[in-house]
Structures are given as C-alpha cells and as structure tokens.
C-alpha cells in the first residue's frame, strides 16, 4: 500500500518535471520574435532589480544569469562569422571555435556589466513591423528610465528544427550595429598580427575583464 | 621627489608627448590608415592625455562626488542641467525642421522649469514627453555638412572636425549657463556640471573598457556613428543584417 503511494507520487512528480522541462522547449518554438526578446528581457531586468548582490555589483552572478536565460537564444557562431570577415572562411576549425568561445565571453561580461547598472528601468517592445513569413526580422526595443530611452534592437533568424525557434544573431544599441563595430575592431587585431593574434587578444581581454572584477569584488 | 614635482614632471612628459603626436599628425598614412581619421596619431596622442587627466583628477573627483552625495541631489543637478540642455535641443531641432521634437522639447523645458521647480525635477519624463537631444553640430549634419575627420580635443574628449567647428555657437549662444552674468556663480556652475557629467558616465566607461580591444578606435568608430545619424542605419528595417553563409 504504502509502496504503491510512493509510487504514483513519483510518476506524478516524475509527469511534471517532464511537464516542465519540455514545455518552455515547445513554447520557443512557436513564440514570435517580439515576444521572445520581450519575455527575455522582462526576465533578466526583473532579475537583476530583485537581487541585492547584483544590486551590489556582482558581475560573475549576472553572468550566470545571462547564460541561462540569454544564452540558448543566440547565434554566437553567425556573430562571430560576421565579426571575423573574410578571415573566418580560411581559419582552421579549431581557430573559429576558439574566437567564437573568446567572443562569446567578452560579449556576456559587457552585456553583464552594463545590466548591472540597471536601477529602475523597464523595457518597451515596439510593434514588429515584418511579414508572418519573414525569416529575418528586426526587433526594435526601449530601455525606459530616468532621462533619455535607450535604444536597444535585436536582429532575430527563425532556425529549422525542433526547438531551436528564433535566435539573436545582431544587437543595436543606441543606433549602433555590434558586429559592425567589432568588425573594424577584430579587421585591425587581423592586419597586425593574424587570425592567431586575434585570439591572443580576445584571451588578454577577458583576463584583465575577470582579474578586474576580482579586484573589485575583493575591494567592496 | 615630492607629489608635486612628480606631478610636473608627468605633466611635461605628456604636453611633450601630446605635442610630438602633434607634430607627427602629417605623417599618418599607410596600408591600415583609416580614411576618417587622418589624425590618427595626434587622436591617439591627445587620448592618452586625456585618459591620464581624467585618472589623476576628473575621476576621483567625480568618485567623490558620487559618493558623498544622496542620489535623489544628483539627479537634481543631472536634471536641472539636462533641462538648461532642452531649451537648445528646442532651437537646434527647429533648425533642423522636426517639427514634433520641437514641440516636445518645448513641452519639456516648459514644464519642467515652472512645475519642475526650475528643471530639478523632471516632470515630463513622467508625463511620457521624451527628450529630443540635439546641438549645432548635428544641425550642420541635417543641413548636410558632413562630419570630417574624427578629432580628440583636450580635455573635452572626442569631436569632429564639424563638431569643433559649431562647438562656439553651442557655448556661447546655446549655453543658458554662459549668460550668467555673476562670474564666481557662473564657474561654480561649469565645474558643477563637468563633475555631474562625468559622474553619471563613471559606469559607461568601465563597460566601454571591458567592451573594447582597442578602447580608442572603438570610441572612434562608435562616435562617428552617433554624430553621423543619416548612416547609421537605425530607421532601417535591413539594418543589422548579416549574410548568411559563412
């Protein structure tokens, strides 16, 4: 008797974490680009405003944060590609795997660092101005607070297959195209110095980025 | 050595380096030059100058301000200047032709210097009226004059030849603060506004270091784009894309 309560109430309990996880899984996929970056972005702002210790300037949580719930939603390799220009298509496969981890790093501690300064700021989705067949759209956001909106919009690709849904591949902020501007940044590292030199760079900024923080975290 | 003469001594080796960039500013060409920036050596130069003033004293000036004083006081000097700031932006985007960010500014600048005591608080935020900002320079860019080179000034930091050129009419006719006629009151004001400005910008540039390989092309790069709307491509539905295969 007893065994057998034990029992359905594991199936129950078994039934819903199955429940749960794949639900957020089937809802990606069917979920349109506005709505997508709006639930993503209400989640990470109200995050951030009810967590004291990234009230407080804790970065590495944040980055924590960004990687669960930005994370799966972004095409870091097309970023990268773009990034990278011309040199991309001649790097060996172990060079682009590495300026796409490299890349990938610096971005999110940005990303992280600038959200950290979030106070009391809410975010507004303007109306998706694309056909229900497009495959590429624009996502135009505000970042409302004290003073002026901040500009902030989301190239978006729908991605065949189960689950995949739409990803983030480019990022505007204040009326400036990211890849765009690393793309000049990473063109002038590739002149000087190669693919190699590149990587080199990216690996030396994201270790004075995280001693930076260390330093920081240790002087609060 | 003293702190003193430590400090002249740095003070001398920057001016002879800033002066040496100077001087070397002809000779920027070659395979890897940037066709907007023909002053890349100066820019970089007058950079570095400017990084170590604002280490050495604009920084912790603007720390301490920060630090010693309760936010909702800061936000009403951020205001009140911002606000001196929407009664330019309202001539600038008449001279521009927008006739709705006119308006707005108008409505703000309006309201917030009867209601909002004087520009402390700023109501019409509140209200939804957005901030339009705009000054001379980018005037002359909607009358169709392009940027120019890309030019570091000391101690204001990143401009443009265009920019340089309309900064006097921004100082001296757009500037409310430049017609105080009190001197001591008038140059508490400019101090004030420089270390309130600096010191709400104290955690973009902690993310603008992290962001950058090169922290001085990227702030280039970036700066161009921002006083160079017309190509931005922000009121572009094709803007931000990418091709595909790769």
């Known amino acids: ?220 | 050595m003293t702190t003193h003469a430590r400090f002249t001594a740095w003070a001398a080796r920057v001016a002879a380096l800033a002066l040496g960039a100077a001087l070397l500013g002809g000779c920027a060409s070659g395979p890897h030059a940037n066709p907007a920036d023909p002053f890349e050596p100066y820019n970089r130069g007058m950079t570095t100058f400017n990084d170590n003033v604002d280490k050495a004293v604009l920084k912790p000036v603007a720390t301490l301000y920060r630090d010693a004083t309760p936010q909702p006081l800061r936000t009403g000097v951020g205001n009140f200047f911002a606000n001196l700031g929407d009664a330019w932006s309202f001539v600038n985007n008449l001279l521009q032709l927008r006739p709705l960010e006119a308006y707005d500014s108008m409505v703000r600048f309006s309201v917030n210097s009867v209601l909002g005591l004087g520009g402390v608080l700023d109501i019409a935020s509140e209200m939804g009226v957005e901030r339009h900002r705009q000054d001379f320079g980018l005037t002359l860019g909607r009358w169709g004059v392009p940027t120019g080179p890309y030019l570091v000034l000391p101690l204001l930091g990143p401009s443009t030849v265009r920019d340089t050129a309309a900064l006097p009419v921004d100082y001296m006719v757009g500037d409310l603060v430049d017609h105080v006629h009190d001197v001591p009151v008038r140059n508490s004001l400019y101090g004030l506004r420089f270390i309130d400005k600096r010191a709400q910008l104290l955690g973009a540039t902690t993310v603008l270091d992290e962001a950058a390989l090169d922290p001085y092309s990227f702030t280039r790069d970036v700066y161009l784009k921002l006083r160079n709307p017309a190509d931005a491509g922000a009121d572009d539905d094709q803007g931000g894309k990418l091709p595909e295969d790769y």
């Open chain 1, 1 to 220: 008797m007893m065994n057998r309560r034990t029992l359905t109430q594991s199936a129950a309990a078994l039934a819903a974490a199955a429940w749960l996880g794949w639900a957020p899984a089937a809802l990606a996929a069917d979920e349109a680009p506005d709505a997508l970056i709006k639930r993503l972005s209400s989640d990470v702002l109200e995050t951030v405003k009810g967590d004291k210790s990234i009230k407080a300037g804790d970065v590495d949580k944040i980055m924590v944060l960004v990687n669960k719930t930005i994370l799966p939603h972004v095409n870091f390799r097309r970023m990268t590609a773009a990034a990278v220009g011309p040199a991309w298509r001649s790097a060996t496969p172990e060079q682009q795997q590495r300026l796409q981890d490299e890349f990938k790093t610096l971005l999110i501690r940005t990303y992280s660092g600038a959200l950290s300064q979030v106070s009391d700021q809410s975010i507004v989705v303007r109306p998706l101005r694309a056909a229900p067949e497009d495959k590429d759209v624009l996502v135009r956001t505000e970042i409302r607070g004290r003073g002026e909106p901040v500009q902030l919009d989301y190239r978006l690709e729908k991605t065949p297959g189960q689950g995949s849904g739409w990803k983030i591949y480019n990022l505007n902020v204040l009326g400036v195209w990211l890849v765009e501007t690393y793309r000049t940044q990473f063109a002038q590292e590739i002149n000087a110095k190669g693919v190699n030199g590149l990587i080199d760079a990216l690996a030396a900024r994201n270790k004075a980025n995280a001693g930076a923080a260390t330093g920081v975290a240790g002087a609060r």
